[in-house]
């Protein structure tokens, strides 16, 4: 059979693809033969959004043209025929419409100075809006995420031009940001929204952003942007829908057949062709959205010879209301469940539609938009997930399913048999599911779906649940129960055992303590059984029938007496609400720039970030965006299986099989070095022995990167297993560390235990975390034939140690290495020095071809071989008066440090520096030891190791302060330092403003009196609580390594006047370059608009530190400044000659006086320099200071939390640009939220990581983010330390999200008070992250006393503590 056409459009324009490979998904199409780079690949599983694209097609069932937003990385293209496909490029650009660089900068100049030219900007399309909105309001920092989300709000305006602030909400449930926090894109959307735009402050709202009061000593800011200035909102300037296909709308559908190298595509376009093709090929698999076969093929490395595709198929797409229920066809995809079941619920009496609600429940919380268009109904049941959402509600609503083969058909109910297996179904080889159909409920039943997963927005469940009940008529005892979980099996089950014994018993307490107890024994999980949280998953079982239970009787209402019916304890009632979360709130506050300040010096007002509009239109560049060479090659890593090994054998014999194939690259290869790392003692390839799950031990070099991954796949190796070290325990027993300890000691600490009247000891521990930047790993290098040069494109954040170890493994020197950096797609400290993990890999993979090879590492490689935030174990002895007052502390911290040293050291010494917070402790001692264990290498994270110790400072400090029977902020504040206090390493605090901000935040954030209606709030709720707690951060700013406190820039001045900057730091979404600009622009008194940053390269600054340490701004800064001076001076001749010249008046008759206009700019931090010897120095330069008061709320039957409420304070000195630092606060903070409270690394008993991707490892989302979230700078509080009185920004707020943990400790205090039964004591150990297990088993209860489970010895747990 000769393959079809495949026949498409993208942004208007048709695409005829003769040879469509039905692997090719819709992203690599776009990216590599389209050359449209703006969509992303984030991490190819669906979850992160990088990737939306909109589909829009003609719908012969509604009769309309619909469009829906689609995630490209799991689109194939094969299923695109006939479909228009928008991306961003289509939807806006810089380049048609405004003249690079100038003309957008004068219109943000325009826009900051509310002129009235900003109006008559040259937009013309109203989609644009979403790109304006997003970069304005400084919703782009790296900008990785930006078009994802551009393309999922640019879809609801097409369907909804008019949304609530609810449809803004869910229409983003599907993207990820791991910089902005946030706040800002909701805030910039929040302009669209019927219900939460802005009024511009015309209505009478007081709260309304625009109507804040204005502070009379200083002048503050109400905004960061002024909405008023958008473009309004004009929904008749769609695009049009491609005439072509509309003309298509009733031509008859063929058969379509598509060939690749693999796989073959059949698209169906009748139902006898389809069950005809069963019969025929009953092995042949059924795609609809791809959505389970996608991941399955990319991840789990399965090949689908026969692919059928039933999503045009009329019968398979119908819905039909009928007697019993509503059918919907197997194809229907799970947004059109949703929105039938919504107009249902809004139109039948309430008593049909308690199974629709619980269904929507359970879709409310189903992965994004993107995903819910496409997923069918059908995919899901016959997927037979043991996680499904939906099977264990069709099951215990008994939910219809027609089967068909060619010739038979039939119905049955989904019961307990259903599923006889892992991944199994009752539908037969050649049979496919037609429809399935959802019923009412009757009179007296009642329905409930429960949920549970890492965070609401995520979709993978630990535990989820169909409960449904059917009394007898005008009673409360039961005729029929069933209780259905996923989750608690290899497959969804029905409780039968527990629920056959409740029939005809009444709706009571009696019932329900049986229906628990019965649930606890017939609910049993293997101690390691997979997923873990063994006793989390039990209780929740137990959990959530208690919800259904109280739900039930808050439906029954008043009963009478004689029924024997349970009643409903007010305290209880809360526990029925479902999860709802208020639209957010916001305020931002910061200090505007003094009376007089020149119009064009920018220099301290929030100029959005200088590549946001790049971002927003796809435009901005990003490593694996740049075309691809001719001749360029693809490379892959192949990586160790084991933990600890010997490498016994490599055999690439079937590899080389795979089309394309060009070569393997082991050791061997290495031209120079094959040792590497910032202390040579890594390896390029592995040797002999591999030392961690994810080393490298080589790597293939192929044509494409599916033949790269496939090749990859193919190459096996034996391995002879070592003795392997996992976690800090095992490192501790076996003595297995880096060196000797680090010590900082001051004090006696005897005397200061013996002087103590309380001593506290303990334990605590806090996990790593995951870099998660969007953009992953990624590098090309090009080889350029000449003296061994080579040029290295990387997405790095430190050129210097790329360009020198790429020297160092091809033996060359390193002035033939130039290493480029345009932008990064988010670094957080991950790619300070693991970036030279890929960069050195393609070099040797260069070298060997001579063509260029790229790598850009998929997410599930990048979360397995990169390393992340050091987990950490402290033991602690603090020793305090009645008071409260501290006298001793001693802490051992112990770091998992992983395979080589990295930067270990490094962080455990700024450990050791932070660990007294913003505490004076009189006597000290402080130890730190480098675990060397079997894990990959852990490295820098936004923090460096001071978050780590400032937690544990924390936590002992709560343990203080309920010793002693005090309040927590009075505990704090009394031990806290004043101006002019030696710290613990004997550096003097000059310029304290931590006190300031303490007081500042204590009365803003209404402390006490919110306290005091919390009190009030846990005595009245039984089974959700709240918490409060205040937090202060000081962070030591400097690099550890004296002589990276360094920098340098370089200044171009050409003869029209432009100049081109470059400096030392790359730009990785925290504005670097945009301060810059404004530093160069108030330096040299010339607009902004005439400064351009190009990239970062070793040809230009050389030696440069790496961006790091928030001190990029303050070092660059200052070397650009020295610069702009030197150009300045040479100048100066021209400007007295010509003082009413223009700046290129001067620069062009200093150019005719042949003087150079060109100049660099070095720059090293004074009096930085400390001896943990002899404990003397400083370490620091300065100090940054913040405080943060945060409010939660937990439900401590699924511990589940709400972040209600923080109020920060943050000291940035003299802000450069308050809408950077702003973002750069609430960026760090939520990043800390996903620190303390969500981000789990769980890694198996082995050494292997198991959470690689967003489907297991759960970052912040839009949901996660405080409800009310208000920021101020604080005011006149210039720091003489740093460039115009600024000071660090990037990493002092992460910390403040330590606020949350404690005020989650703090609520899940109130729940054990309240059931003392269980004699539980007063301090409880709650580490760090406070996840939903965490907290509901600290809930400790009726529930969890019944779901106890014991680890029999020598049986290994199916995730260890590392
Ligand atoms: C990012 C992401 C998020 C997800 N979130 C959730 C979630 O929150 N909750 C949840 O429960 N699941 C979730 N899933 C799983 C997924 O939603 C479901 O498996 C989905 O409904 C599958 O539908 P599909 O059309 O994409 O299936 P496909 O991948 O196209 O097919 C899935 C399976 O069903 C078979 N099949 C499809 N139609 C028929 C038919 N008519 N007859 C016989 N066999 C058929 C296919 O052969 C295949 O084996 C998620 C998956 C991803 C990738
Ligand atoms: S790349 Fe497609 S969702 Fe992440
Ligand atoms: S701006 Fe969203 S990931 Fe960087």
């Known amino acids: ?146 078009p994802g989300i551009v393309m999922s709000m640019y879809t609801l305006l097409r369907n909804q031009p008019e949304p609530t602030m609810e449809e803004i909400e869910d229409a983003l449930q599907g993207n990820l940001c791991r910089c902005t926090g946030y706040r800002p894109i909701l805030q910039g959307f929040r302009t669209f929204a019927r219900d939460g735009g802005c009024c511009g402050g015309k209505g009478n709202d007081p709260n309304c952003c625009m109507n804040q009061k204005k502070d009379h000593t200083v002048t503050l800011s109400p905004s960061l942007f002024n909405p008023e200035e958008f473009m309004p909102l004009d929904p008749t300037q769609e695009p049009i829908f491609p005439p072509e296909l509309l003309r298509l709308k009733d031509a008859p559908q063929k058969q379509l057949h598509f060939e690749g190298e693999r796989v073959t595509w059949i698209q169906a376009s009748t139902l006898k062709e389809l069950l005809d093709l069963k019969a025929q090929h009953p092995e042949a698999t059924l795609v609809v959205g791809n959505m389970e076969i996608g991941i399955e093929m990319k991840f789990k490395n399965k090949l689908f010879p026969l692919i059928v595709c039933p999503a045009w198929i009329p019968e398979l797409n119908s819905v039909e209301h009928g007697e019993e229920g509503i059918s919907f066809g197997a194809s229907c995809p799970l947004s059109c469940v949703e929105k039938t079941l919504l107009d249902a619920v809004a139109q039948l009496p309430t008593h049909k539609t308690e199974v629709f609600r619980g269904v929507l429940e359970q879709l409310r919380w189903f992965s994004g938009k993107q995903l819910k268009s496409v997923a069918s109904i059908g995919g899901n049941v016959i997927t037979a997930s043991p996680i499904s959402d939906l099977n264990p509600v069709f099951m215990a609503s008994g939910a219809k399913l027609t089967m068909v083969s060619r010739g038979t058909r039939r119905t049955i109910r989904m019961d307990h048999t259903f599923f006889p297996g892992y991944r199994k179904t009752l539908l037969g080889p050649e049979e496919i599911l037609l429809a399935i159909e959802i019923p009412y409920s009757r009179e007296g039943e009642f329905f409930s779906s429960f949920k549970q997963s890492s965070g609401r927005e995520d979709y993978v469940a630990k535990v989820t649940s169909g409960m449904r009940v059917l009394f007898k008529p005008g009673t409360t005892q039961i005729e029929e129960l069933v209780l259905c979980y996923g989750g608690m099996a290899d497959r969804t089950i029905s409780a039968l055992k527990t629920t056959r014994k409740q029939l005809s018993k009444f709706w009571n307490e009696e019932l ?57 304890d007010p305290t209880f009632a809360s526990a029925t609400l479902l999860f709802q979360k208020d639209p957010p709130t916001n305020v931002q506050l910061f200090q505007e720039v003094p009376k007089g300040q020149s119009e064009e010096d920018m220099v301290g007002r929030p100029l959005p970030h200088l590549g946001a509009s790049m971002q927003a239109c796809g435009e901005a560049m990003y490593c694996d965006d740049i075309p691809r060479y001719q001749n360029e090659l693809s490379l892959r890593l192949v990586t160790s299986t084991r933990a600890h090994a010997k490498i016994k054998s490599i055999d690439t014999s079937e590899a080389q099989k ?295 400072a924390e936590h002992w400090m709560s343990e203080i302060a309920v010793t002693c029977g005090l309040p927590a902020e009075e505990v704090r504040r009394k031990n806290m330092y004043k101006e002019g206090d030696l710290t613990h390493f004997n550096q003097k605090l000059e310029g304290f403003t931590l006190t300031r901000c303490w007081d500042e935040c204590l009365a803003s954030s209404q402390y006490h009196a919110r306290k005091s209606e919390i009190d009030k709030f846990n005595k009245e709720n039984c089974w959700k ?25 370089l200044i171009h001045v050409y ?273 760090s992250p406070a996840t939903q297990e965490k907290i509901r088993n600290a809930c400790v209860d009726k529930f969890t006393t019944l779901c106890v489970t014991g680890v029999p010895e020598n049986c290994k747990a199916w995730s260890l503590r590392v």
């Open 1055 to 1327: 003869t029209d006047g432009s100049v081109l900057l470059t400096h030392g730091g790359t730009e990785m979404g925290q504005g670097l370059h945009t301060k810059m600009v404004q530093v160069a622009s108030r330096a040299l008194k010339i607009p902004t608009s005439k400064i351009y940053i190009s990239e970062t390269s070793t040809n230009t600054v050389p030696n440069t530190s790496p961006t790091a340490a928030s001190v990029s701004t303050d070092l660059n800064g200052q070397a650009v400044y020295e610069a702009c001076q030197t150009i300045l001076k040479r100048l100066e001749p021209f400007k007295r000659k010509n003082p009413s010249g223009s700046w290129e008046d001067w620069v062009i008759a200093a150019y005719q006086d042949a003087v150079s206009l060109s100049a660099t700019g070095f720059y090293k931090a004074p009096d930085v320099g400390y001896s943990f010897e002899t404990n003397s120095g400083n370490p620091f330069n300065y100090f940054s200071y913040g405080v943060a008061c945060s409010e939660v709320e937990i439900d401590c039957l699924t511990g589940d939390h709400k972040n209600l409420r923080t109020d920060i304070v943050m000291d940035v000195g003299s802000s450069l640009n308050p809408a950077i630092d702003i973002g750069q606060v609430e960026g760090a903070f939520v990043q800390g939220l996903g620190l303390f409270t969500l981000e789990e690394l769980q890694y198996s008993p082995e050494g292997s990581l198991y959470t690689r991707g967003p489907s297991t490892y759960k970052i912040p989302t839009f949901d996660s983010i405080p409800i009310e979230f208000r920021v101020s700078l604080l005011r006149d509080s210039p720091n003489k330390k740093a460039i115009y009185a600024s000071k660090a920004v990037g990493e002092p707020p992460l910390f403040l999200a330590a606020s949350v943990f404690f005020a989650i400790k703090d609520a899940i205090r109130a729940a054990r008070a309240q059931h003392k039964d269980y004699d539980m004591k007063e301090l409880f150990r709650l580490d």
């Open 1025 to 1049: 609580k709240r918490g409060l707690c205040i937090v202060p951060t000081k962070f030591g700013v400097s690099f550890t390594v004296h002589f990276l406190n360094q920098a340098g820039a």
């Open 512 to 568: 329900l303590q049986d229906v628990c107890a019965g649930l606890a024994e017939e609910l049993q999980l293997a101690p390691d059984a997979p997923g873990g949280m063994i006793e989390f998953r039990r209780t929740l079982t137990l959990s959530f029938f208690f919800k259904f239970y109280l739900t039930v009787l808050q439906k029954l209402g008043k009963v009478d007496s004689e029924d024997k019916c349970g009643k409903l």
């Open 1 to 146: 059979m000769t393959a079809d056409e495949l026949v498409f459009f993208v942004n208007g324009k048709k695409v005829v693809e003769k040879n469509a490979d039905p692997e090719t998904t819709l992203l690599a199409y776009l990216r590599r033969k389209l050359g449209l780079s703006g969509t992303k690949l984030g991490c190819g599983e669906g979850g992160c959004g990088a990737c939306t694209v909109m589909f829009s097609k003609y719908d012969r069932l509604q009769n309309k043209i619909v469009h829906f937003p689609a995630n490209a990385c799991l689109a194939p293209i094969c299923s695109l025929h006939h479909v228009a496909v928008t991306t961003v490029e289509g939807i806006g650009s810089t380049r048609t419409r405004l003249h690079p660089v100038q003309v957008f900068v004068e219109v943000l100049t325009a826009f900051i100075h509310s002129s009235p030219k900003i109006s008559e900007h040259p937009y013309d399309s109203l989609f644009e809006l979403c790109q304006e909105r997003i970069a304005k309001s400084h919703g782009s920092q790296c900008g990785f995420c930006t």
């Open 658 to 952: 795979v089309p394309g194939f060009v070569c393997f690259l082991s050791a061997d290869d290495v031209s120079g070095s094959n040792k590497t790392g910032f202390f040579n003692d890594e390896t390029v390839f592995a040797n002999d022995e591999v030392t961690c799950v994810g080393h490298i031990i080589g790597a293939v070099v192929t044509d494409t990167p599916e033949h790269a991954q496939r090749a990859a796949q193919a190459v096996k190796i034996t391995y002879e297993d070592l003795p392997a070290i996992i976690t800090i325990e095992d490192a501790i027993k076996h003595n297995s560390f880096y060196g000797s300890e680090l010590k900082i000691e001051k004090g006696d600490l005897q005397k200061g235990f013996a002087e103590a009247d309380n001593i506290v000891s303990g334990e605590f521990y806090i996990g790593g975390q995951e870099h998660f930047y969007l953009e992953t790993h990624c590098a090309i290098a090009v080889p350029k034939g000449e003296a061994g040069e080579m040029e290295l494109f990387v997405s790095t954040q430190n050129t210097t140690k790329t360009q020198a170890f790429v020297a160092k493994v091809l033996g060359v020197p390193a002035n033939r290495i130039l290493i480029r950096v345009k932008r990064l797609g988010g670094g957080f400290g991950g790619k300070e020095i693991r970036s030279t993990l890929v960069s050195t890999a393609v070099a040797v993979g260069a070298y060997k071809t001579g063509c260029p090879v790229r790598c850009m590492l998929d997410r599930d490689e990048d979360m397995l071989i990169t390393g992340g935030r050091h987990p950490f174990l402290a033991r602690y002895k603090v020793g305090f008066m009645k008071t409260g007052r501290i006298v001793a502390l001693e802490v051992d911290h112990y770091s998992n440090a992983g395979n080589t040293l990295d930067l270990s050291e490094a962080i455990m010494q700024q450990t050791l520096l932070h660990m007294d917070n913003g505490y004076k402790i009189p006597n000290i001692r402080g130890t730190g030891w480098l675990c060397k264990t079997n894990l990959p290498s852990n490295t820098a994270f936004r923090g460096f190791g001071r978050p780590q110790g400032m937690l544990i």
